[in-house]
């Protein structure tokens, strides 16, 4: 299994012409060949026109960020030549018509394949992973079983764009003898791994978790996860409705999970911020629901396709008063996965509001991870079938840990009354300054049970050393890539941000004589957190908030500076 | 003993008083409300356990402390989006919202078109004072126009909203008006709403007797459709109906049959999400997707 280590390849193009399943089907057709993948897209919030590009790095290693530069490009216009030639280090390929005039890019036959072959001119791009592919001599078989795979609901469709692939790939022999690229090796794909994007892995993990009723409303980045669920609930016995605004999505999770469903929304910061007061709602009547806050960059509308991780602060604030609520950031798919899942158990565990706090990068970003294992969802203190207990049924029956026994309602000798005003253990309203105490008491008597989940699960440590690289969510993708070769650094990522694991992040934090934190936002929010509750005042903060997600050459060199002083 | 005898059968609407003293003003609209539910609920033959009550913010809200049955009182406005969760969730529970005009037709505005033309299957029922009562009596999108609040002490400078036009042009499958003046005709109304399937929709003029005392002036106005010969089933007429200023219509302004929302997701309805033990999920078959 000769051939190169790496590969990174870029395909761009206007908005329209299909330059993700360009990219996915690059990602998969690399994962056949043997690599660990990592891809991610850029695009502008339109349909048609815009130049937008997907990016695949393949290694014969676990590959968690994108550099700066690229292997190869296939150019589906020109504006593709002209805005990444400079990160190239080895060819550019175009269809003859888009090459003409422009140097140093190879003039591939990719339209005339489209023609002879008979297919129409939007298979163009398959064209062009066919040429590429041969220029790399690449199997065009793993090629052409990826295109099946990724159009399989339209057969024929399927069929002519696999044929474009082939027709291309066989008009490269000649181009590949003469530039002699360093081929790729044809291997079996990483065992026991599998492709996925963070939305894909979010609602997948939401599903093992038990989720029975999904509500959203579109917003990018987090509208993929309706799609999926949508497509999935019939296989999965899901209820998935597309309300007319967050506020009523919120509300019917709410109702969902009220009357015993597992329920979930998702959305962006947008969305969020109309669902503050249902989140306050939630915690009030202590109603499990689940949101993911797939957060692009803000303020307002913002850059409604870009990366941003701005609003920590937001959702662990969010809504009036006081009340504990579970914040889980993942960094990779497979942390997703794991956070979709845990997101439902905790939420019906401790009866509070749980927030995946996502971003766009992770979102649509696609890793090769571990593929999930089976789990076991657990019910909770949850009362169905009939109440049998000696008093009358109290919902918000104060208890030692703070978790009163929920019963469904229908549930017989039981009636449910939740409330968002406040209110007495038998769900009535009220001010009394005693009842109000305690009932706050109670809720808050949940947190310490949270605070052990938190310092359980809620950090983990790569490599180790003298200075800390502390950082949170997607970032740690790039900051994991940037430090792979370096001696004497530990990266910690904190997974749970509320509530807070100050014990268990301390203890990772021991022994470092320097702490770094790096995130994409400007004013340090992560960094605000560790002067907060570990009263400790990094030595450096690496911020970017311009909607990219880091490069590890740029977190690299940061971080040297650090290392020389 | 709070009671009436239907066809031979003595119906006790006791079982759904939680036996708390109602704390809205003397003469409020909102008690005619509650017996005629409460009566409404026994005459259907439910039990607590089955009912679900979903209320809003405001005086109408406290509903849920007086009904006995399931309940949750909610933020405001946010009645229907909460039933229709409750009710895709457990379709065999009977939800019942109650909202104010302020919260339907103000800040919950945005939901009401949407219910009705995916016709869950909830019964919504608007106490329409005509006025905010808990907040101390300012204008509604329903206060007439002219008239003094407090929060339009030159008159009030909007025209109402027709909110049975609207529940009309909506597609709600069940319209309808009562006045909480007419406890019998009111239990009535509710009992054929709640027993619609689908949507239903029943605004209820509900005098407050602190801010805005129409009583009066209702009684005077009002008339019974079902004395007018009224055909419930002409959407046509029903509107014609809605659109009429100077006698107020009570009962029944529209019915007709449509599938309710509920019946787009057999797949997931047995058992249904909310009587559902969460159990391990085989995803094996969508891992093949992303290799
Ligand atoms: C988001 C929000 N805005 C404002 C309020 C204050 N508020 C409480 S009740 C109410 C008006 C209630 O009017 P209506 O729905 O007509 O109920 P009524 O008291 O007349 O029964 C308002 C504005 C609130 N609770 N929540
Ligand atoms: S203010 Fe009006 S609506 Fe509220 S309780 Fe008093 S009379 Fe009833
Ligand atoms: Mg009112």
Same mark, same amino acid.
């Given at each position: 299994m000769s051939g190169r280590e790496e590969f990174t390849f870029l395909v761009g193009g206007p908005a329209g012409a299909g330059v993700f399943r360009s990219g996915l089907v690059a990602a998969k057709t690399l994962f056949r060949h043997g690599y660990y993948v990592h891809g991610d897209n850029e695009y502008p919030s339109i349909i048609r026109g815009g130049h937008q590009w997907m990016m695949v790095k393949a290694a014969k290693r676990e590959v968690y960020a994108h550099g700066e530069e690229v292997d190869a490009v296939l150019a589906l216009d020109k504006e593709t030549v002209a805005r990444h030639r400079g990160r190239v280090r080895e060819v550019i390929v175009a269809d003859e018509s888009v090459a003409r005039g422009l140097e140093g890019v190879v003039a591939a036959p990719l339209m005339r394949s489209v023609r002879e072959v008979g297919a129409p001119s939007v298979a163009v791009n398959m064209a062009g992973l066919g040429f590429v592919l041969g220029l790399y001599r690449g199997d065009v078989g793993r090629l052409e079983a990826v295109i099946r795979d990724v159009f399989s609901k339209k057969r024929e469709v399927a069929e002519v764009n696999a044929r474009v692939a082939r027709r291309a790939y066989e008009y490269a022999a000649e181009a590949a003898g003469e530039l002699a690229l360093e081929p790729l090796s044809i291997g079996e794909p990483p065992r026991g791994k599998i492709v996925i994007d963070g939305n894909s892995a979010v609602a997948l993990g939401a599903l093992a978790g038990g989720l029975s009723f999904y509500a959203a409303y579109p917003m990018t980045p987090a509208s993929p996860i309706l799609h999926l669920l949508a497509e999935l609930q019939k296989e999965y016995g899901l209820v998935v409705v597309q309300p007319e605004s967050e506020i009523a999505a919120i509300n019917m999770v709410t109702g969902a999970a009220y009357a015993g469903a597992r329920a979930m929304t998702a959305t962006s910061g947008g969305g969020f911020s109309l669902m503050t007061e249902a989140l306050g709602q939630a915690a009030m009547t202590e109603t499990p629901v689940v949101i993911v806050e797939a957060m692009r960059a /803000?303020?307002?509308? /913002?850059?409604?396709t870009y990366t941003s991780q701005a609003d920590l602060r937001f959702v662990i604030h969010a809504s009036q008063g006081e009340f504990p609520r579970f914040v889980l950031a993942p960094g990779d798919p497979y942390e997703a996965y794991m956070a979709g899942f845990d997101a439902l158990n905790l939420a019906w565990k401790y009866q509070v509001p749980v927030i995946v706090l996502t971003d766009k990068y992770l979102a649509e970003g696609y890793w090769t991870v571990d593929e999930p294992p089976r789990l076991e969802p657990s019910e909770g203190k949850v009362i169905r079938g009939e109440y049998r207990g000696e008093e009358p049924y109290k919902r918000y029956k104060i208890t030692p840990d703070g978790v009163s026994p929920m019963a469904i309602p229908g549930t017989k000798g039981a009636l449910v009354t939740a409330n968002s005003s406040e209110h007495g253990e038998d769900g009535y309203g009220s001010t009394d300054p005693e009842v109000v105490t305690a009932m706050q008491d109670k809720r808050f008597r949940k947190l310490s049970g949270m605070i052990e989940e938190a310092n359980g699960k809620g950090v983990k440590t790569y490599g180790g050393g003298p200075l800390a690289v502390v950082t949170w969510g997607s970032t740690k993708n790039a900051v994991l890539e940037a430090t792979r070769d370096m001696y004497g650094v530990r990266v910690v990522q904190v997974l749970y941000l509320s509530p807070f694991p100050s014990e268990r992040l301390s203890r990772e934090l021991e022994g470092a004589d320097r702490v770094l934190v790096v995130e994409a936002?400007?004013?340090g929010q992560l960094a605000s957190l560790l002067r907060e509750h570990l009263l400790l005042e990094p030595d450096g903060f690496l911020g970017k908030y311009d909607g990219r997600p880091f490069t590890p050459e740029e977190v690299e060199e940061w971080i040297t500076g650090f290392m020389e002083g | 003993m709070d009671h009436g005898i239907y066809g031979g059968v003595i119906v006790v609407a006791e079982k759904f008083d939680t036996g708390r003293r109602p704390v809205w003003c003397p003469g409020c609209g909102n008690f005619g409300i509650l017996v005629a539910l409460r009566r409404a609920l026994a005459r259907l033959g439910l039990e607590p356990e089955e009912v679900v009550l979903v209320t809003g913010i405001g005086c109408h809200g406290r509903m849920s402390g007086y009904v006995r049955a399931n309940t949750f009182h909610t933020i405001h406005g946010r009645v229907l989006p909460l039933a229709t969760g409750i009710k895709l969730a457990n379709p065999s529970l009977t939800v019942i919202g109650h909202s104010g005009d302020g919260d339907a037709? +103000?800040?919950?505005?945005?939901?009401l078109p949407h219910a009705a033309r995916r016709n869950i299957d909830v019964t919504l029922i608007v106490h329409d004072n005509m006025v905010f009562g808990l907040t101390t009596g300012q204008a509604t999108p329903t206060t007439p126009k002219g008239r003094i609040t407090r929060s339009t002490p030159y008159g009030n400078p909007e025209e109402p909203l027709n909110p049975l036009f609207l529940a009309l042009a909506s597609g709600a499958t069940f319209v309808a008006r009562g006045f909480s003046g007419d406890i019998a005709h009111l239990e009535e109304l509710i009992v054929r709403a709640i027993r619609h399937e689908g949507f239903s929709f029943l605004d209820v003029i509900q005098p407050? +007797?602190?801010?805005?005392?129409?009583y009066r002036e209702v009684r005077r106005r009002v008339y019974k459709l079902e004395d007018e010969g009224h055909d419930t089933r002409s959407l046509e007429a029903a509107i014609r109906k809605s659109l009429e200023t100077e006698r107020i219509p009570i009962g029944v302004f529209f019915e007709t049959k449509k599938p309710p929302f509920r019946e787009n997701f057999p797949h997931a309805m047995s058992p249904p999400p909310g009587q559902r033990v969460p159990r391990s999920v085989d995803l094996s078959h969508v891992w093949s997707r992303y290799r």
């Amino acid at each position: 299994m000769s051939g190169r280590e790496e590969f990174t390849f870029l395909v761009g193009g206007p908005a329209g012409a299909g330059v993700f399943r360009s990219g996915l089907v690059a990602a998969k057709t690399l994962f056949r060949h043997g690599y660990y993948v990592h891809g991610d897209n850029e695009y502008p919030s339109i349909i048609r026109g815009g130049h937008q590009w997907m990016m695949v790095k393949a290694a014969k290693r676990e590959v968690y960020a994108h550099g700066e530069e690229v292997d190869a490009v296939l150019a589906l216009d020109k504006e593709t030549v002209a805005r990444h030639r400079g990160r190239v280090r080895e060819v550019i390929v175009a269809d003859e018509s888009v090459a003409r005039g422009l140097e140093g890019v190879v003039a591939a036959p990719l339209m005339r394949s489209v023609r002879e072959v008979g297919a129409p001119s939007v298979a163009v791009n398959m064209a062009g992973l066919g040429f590429v592919l041969g220029l790399y001599r690449g199997d065009v078989g793993r090629l052409e079983a990826v295109i099946r795979d990724v159009f399989s609901k339209k057969r024929e469709v399927a069929e002519v764009n696999a044929r474009v692939a082939r027709r291309a790939y066989e008009y490269a022999a000649e181009a590949a003898g003469e530039l002699a690229l360093e081929p790729l090796s044809i291997g079996e794909p990483p065992r026991g791994k599998i492709v996925i994007d963070g939305n894909s892995a979010v609602a997948l993990g939401a599903l093992a978790g038990g989720l029975s009723f999904y509500a959203a409303y579109p917003m990018t980045p987090a509208s993929p996860i309706l799609h999926l669920l949508a497509e999935l609930q019939k296989e999965y016995g899901l209820v998935v409705v597309q309300p007319e605004s967050e506020i009523a999505a919120i509300n019917m999770v709410t109702g969902a999970a009220y009357a015993g469903a597992r329920a979930m929304t998702a959305t962006s910061g947008g969305g969020f911020s109309l669902m503050t007061e249902a989140l306050g709602q939630a915690a009030m009547t202590e109603t499990p629901v689940v949101i993911v806050e797939a957060m692009r960059a /803000g303020p307002s509308t /913002g850059l409604p396709t870009y990366t941003s991780q701005a609003d920590l602060r937001f959702v662990i604030h969010a809504s009036q008063g006081e009340f504990p609520r579970f914040v889980l950031a993942p960094g990779d798919p497979y942390e997703a996965y794991m956070a979709g899942f845990d997101a439902l158990n905790l939420a019906w565990k401790y009866q509070v509001p749980v927030i995946v706090l996502t971003d766009k990068y992770l979102a649509e970003g696609y890793w090769t991870v571990d593929e999930p294992p089976r789990l076991e969802p657990s019910e909770g203190k949850v009362i169905r079938g009939e109440y049998r207990g000696e008093e009358p049924y109290k919902r918000y029956k104060i208890t030692p840990d703070g978790v009163s026994p929920m019963a469904i309602p229908g549930t017989k000798g039981a009636l449910v009354t939740a409330n968002s005003s406040e209110h007495g253990e038998d769900g009535y309203g009220s001010t009394d300054p005693e009842v109000v105490t305690a009932m706050q008491d109670k809720r808050f008597r949940k947190l310490s049970g949270m605070i052990e989940e938190a310092n359980g699960k809620g950090v983990k440590t790569y490599g180790g050393g003298p200075l800390a690289v502390v950082t949170w969510g997607s970032t740690k993708n790039a900051v994991l890539e940037a430090t792979r070769d370096m001696y004497g650094v530990r990266v910690v990522q904190v997974l749970y941000l509320s509530p807070f694991p100050s014990e268990r992040l301390s203890r990772e934090l021991e022994g470092a004589d320097r702490v770094l934190v790096v995130e994409a936002n400007k004013t340090g929010q992560l960094a605000s957190l560790l002067r907060e509750h570990l009263l400790l005042e990094p030595d450096g903060f690496l911020g970017k908030y311009d909607g990219r997600p880091f490069t590890p050459e740029e977190v690299e060199e940061w971080i040297t500076g650090f290392m020389e002083g | 003993m709070d009671h009436g005898i239907y066809g031979g059968v003595i119906v006790v609407a006791e079982k759904f008083d939680t036996g708390r003293r109602p704390v809205w003003c003397p003469g409020c609209g909102n008690f005619g409300i509650l017996v005629a539910l409460r009566r409404a609920l026994a005459r259907l033959g439910l039990e607590p356990e089955e009912v679900v009550l979903v209320t809003g913010i405001g005086c109408h809200g406290r509903m849920s402390g007086y009904v006995r049955a399931n309940t949750f009182h909610t933020i405001h406005g946010r009645v229907l989006p909460l039933a229709t969760g409750i009710k895709l969730a457990n379709p065999s529970l009977t939800v019942i919202g109650h909202s104010g005009d302020g919260d339907a037709y +103000a800040i919950g505005l945005g939901h009401l078109p949407h219910a009705a033309r995916r016709n869950i299957d909830v019964t919504l029922i608007v106490h329409d004072n005509m006025v905010f009562g808990l907040t101390t009596g300012q204008a509604t999108p329903t206060t007439p126009k002219g008239r003094i609040t407090r929060s339009t002490p030159y008159g009030n400078p909007e025209e109402p909203l027709n909110p049975l036009f609207l529940a009309l042009a909506s597609g709600a499958t069940f319209v309808a008006r009562g006045f909480s003046g007419d406890i019998a005709h009111l239990e009535e109304l509710i009992v054929r709403a709640i027993r619609h399937e689908g949507f239903s929709f029943l605004d209820v003029i509900q005098p407050c +007797a602190t801010f805005f005392n129409i009583y009066r002036e209702v009684r005077r106005r009002v008339y019974k459709l079902e004395d007018e010969g009224h055909d419930t089933r002409s959407l046509e007429a029903a509107i014609r109906k809605s659109l009429e200023t100077e006698r107020i219509p009570i009962g029944v302004f529209f019915e007709t049959k449509k599938p309710p929302f509920r019946e787009n997701f057999p797949h997931a309805m047995s058992p249904p999400p909310g009587q559902r033990v969460p159990r391990s999920v085989d995803l094996s078959h969508v891992w093949s997707r992303y290799r």
